[in-house]
């Protein structure tokens, strides 16, 4: 099956500066990878995503690049603001089984 | 607030017994999506229902059974519950039935098992 793996597990960053968090996938039959934020007892919430015939998505402060060749995904942040403090995860969805996996998380701290 | 509405939202139970947990998706989504959260597992799927039929099976226990009904809203049994199983289960609901399509989680029921 398909294994998400993400790195790093913990991230802290000075606000302002920027935060690069990575992901990798194993099933050639992923084609959606989305990114989600959150925070400690909520739910996480979808932040970008990206499809696999696009190379990169950018939606104000965030963006995703995907590399199909070498299989991985990363979520970049601009500018961090103490708010961006999170847990973020990856995800990619595959045709086979049509299943989500998901990464074991980054949690992302910004110090003002 | 997503619009998607989990019910309950705290459940403490015992090894052995047996919880229904509900979900009531977005309107006018018709799917919905059922994942397990726990701290040495992390995030994991568990199963898709696509108006009323079972679209896709993920890391599922026997165990653990769901359906959804009619009206769309889906229900997850978990049954001779285990220590194991105290986690935070989360339902999400999408418009369609594509794995890629935005999905909207609901707050999610924390279960405890003792």
């Known amino acids: 099956g398909e294994n998400v793996e993400q790195h790093p597990s913990t991230l802290s960053v000075q606000e302002g500066d920027s935060a690069v968090i990575k992901c990798t996938y194993s099933d050639s039959a992923s084609n959606y990878f989305p990114w989600y934020k959150q925070e400690l007892g909520k739910r996480p919430q979808l932040i970008i995503d990206i499809r696999s015939n696009v190379g990169e998505k950018k939606d104000q402060r965030i963006a995703v690049t995907l590399n199909k060749t070498a299989k991985h995904f990363s979520l970049h942040i601009t500018e961090t603001q103490p708010e961006d403090s999170a847990v973020y995860f990856c995800a990619a969805f595959t045709n086979t089984g049509n299943q989500f996996y998901f990464g074991t998380g980054t949690s992302l701290t910004v110090i003002p | 607030d997503s619009g998607v509405t989990q019910t309950p939202k705290h459940l403490i139970t015992a090894t052995g017994q047996r919880v229904t947990l509900r979900c009531s998706p977005r309107?006018?989504?018709?799917?919905v999506y059922w994942y397990q959260q726990s701290l040495d597992q992390g995030l994991q799927f568990l199963i898709q229902y696509y108006n009323g039929e079972e679209r896709a099976k993920g890391n599922i226990l026997e165990r653990f059974s769901a359906q959804q009904f009619p009206d769309l809203h889906s229900e997850l049994n978990l049954s001779s519950l285990e220590l194991g199983d105290s986690a935070l289960y989360f339902c999400?609901?999408?418009?369609?039935?594509?794995?890629?399509?935005?999905?909207?989680f609901g707050p999610g029921t924390r279960l405890l098992v003792l």
């Open positions: 309107s006018g989504d018709l799917s």
């Open positions: 999400a609901s999408s418009v369609g039935g594509r794995g890629w399509e935005t999905q909207y």
